[in-house]
């Protein structure tokens, strides 16, 4: 798996958080879905798309953040990423700097997403502040999810991520804030080969 596919697959999962079901309009869902990233020191979620299993999580208030893959590892504190490839056991350092991965930006739903509430559907379409981080994860133009009306707090049905690529279904979407966000860092295990490129 690339590392553009992988970017393609996690990082559409930054904003599918449960909302709150008094909130009605698009305007209210989006804040409602910041203000919950932005109380919590972390986020993880996970889910499943092709019949893999994918687990992110976020740091909104650092930029960190751990992507994993049945096949690769993507970790930073915000400062160094660390690209961990699991079965030929080998990592590549790297600055973050260097690094389409934002978390700080993704999160910012106000600023840098547009947002349309259909029904049950809510779609947010990225802005020129962030459309070159989904360029690089096959030109996403919109990321959907369908909403469970039946719910007494909202419940992500499924999650619909249309690009240039097709569309891209994702299911049992678990979300987990967390009050203390873990490490963000590798520290290469006995036998891994090490590539740094800072």
């Known amino acids: 798996m690339t590392l553009k596919n992988t970017i393609y697959k996690l990082l559409l999962l930054v904003a599918f958080t449960p909302l709150i079901a008094t ?4 305007a209210e869902w989006t804040a409602k879905l910041e ?23 976020l740091g909104p208030t650092t930029g960190s953040y751990k992507l994993t893959t049945p096949t690769e590892q993507f970790i930073s504190d915000g400062k160094t990423v660390w690209h961990v490839f699991t079965k030929e056991k080998k990592v590549v350092i790297d600055s973050a700097k260097k690094s389409t991965i934002n978390a700080q930006s993704l999160l910012d739903f106000t600023h840098n997403y547009s947002s349309l509430k259909e029904g049950n559907a809510l779609t947010f379409f990225p802005n020129a502040n962030v459309s070159s981080i989904f360029a690089n994860a096959g030109n996403v133009n919109s990321i959907t ?23 891209l279904k994702m299911l049992n979407v678990k979300i987990k804030p967390m009050k203390k966000a873990p490490k963000f860092a590798y520290k290469p295990a006995k036998g891994i080969k090490v590539t740094d490129l800072r």
């Open 145 to 167: 999810f369908n909403i469970d009306p039946t719910a007494k707090t909202f419940k992500i049905k499924s999650i619909v991520a249309n690009s240039s690529r097709g569309d």
């Open 23 to 26: 909130a009605q309009t698009a």
């Open 35 to 57: 203000a919950l990233y932005k109380s919590s020191t972390a986020v993880e979620i996970t889910f499943t798309a092709e019949g893999k299993n994918f687990s992110m999580t």
